[in-house]
């Protein structure tokens, strides 16, 4: 069975993001397809990036831990928000401090926005960050509109049946990039 680790990126007061994160862990979980874990950059509280994990005189039991969950991850899950056309700082804070845990994981993105365009500008921005830490990012896109309105705060989705199915096929393609990955595992430098 793959793990899968889930990125919960907003670390505002009141956040509405983090529903999707919780909603995605339920999917995986009810319907018995992997094991889960959340990384929830709220509850972790990094302190501001000052230098990556393998080079820090001081690496915190936090740091370490965040290395540990992503590296033994088989995919991941970033759920994102947009602000201003671009990913949160919280976020970029824990993929800079990284480095070969990235390297090729496969990461599915889901973003979400308060309004009708569910965070389709943040793509661009997270895309190109990971591309350049050379992780697999999966090609399927996850926009959330109303985000507020589409989950409760716990989670559950306003109408389940058809984010289900989108969720199918988001997670699909997320598990075929993992299973590909490990038959090539052998090839890997
Ligand atoms: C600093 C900031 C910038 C934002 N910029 C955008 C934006 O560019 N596009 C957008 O659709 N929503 C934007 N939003 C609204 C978010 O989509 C909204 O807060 C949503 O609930 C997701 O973020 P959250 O998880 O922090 O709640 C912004 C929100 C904040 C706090």
């Known amino acids: 069975m793959f793990h899968i680790a889930i990125i919960s990126s907003s670390v505002r007061l009141g956040r509405n993001s983090h529903r999707a994160a919780l909603y995605f862990q ?15 950059l709220n509850a972790m509280q990094y302190p501001l ?11 915190t039991k936090e740091m370490k831990d965040l290395s540990n969950r992503v ?3 088989d995919g991941v899950i970033i759920v994102t928000p947009e602000y201003n056309g671009g990913y949160p700082a919280a976020l970029k804070n824990v993929i ?9 994981k ?8 308060d309004g009708d365009f569910g965070g389709t500008q943040v793509i661009y921005s997270l895309l ?19 985000v507020q309105e589409a989950f409760d705060e716990i989670g559950i989705p306003a109408d389940k049946a058809s984010q289900d199915k989108r969720t199918k096929v988001f997670i699909n393609e997320l598990f075929w990039c993992i299973e ?3 038959r090539m595992k052998d090839y890997q430098q």
Do not use: G
């Not at 999917?27 to 018995?32: H, M, Q």
């Not at 990461?107 to 979400?112: D, E, L, P, V």
């Open 180 to 182: 590909a990955n490990n």
């Open 96 to 104: 800079d401090l990284l480095y070969d845990e990235w390297f090729k």
């Open 26 to 40: 339920k999917y995986l979980n009810e319907n018995d397809l992997c094991t889960t874990e959340l990384i929830d």
């Open 71 to 73: 590296m033994k991850a």
């Open 106 to 113: 496969p990461i599915a993105i889901a973003t979400a926005s």
């Open 128 to 146: 190109f960050s990971l591309w350049k830490i050379r992780a697999w990012v999966v090609p399927v896109r996850y926009p959330i509109p109303r």
């Open 49 to 59: 990036f000052d230098e990556r994990l393998a080079y820090h005189p001081q690496p």
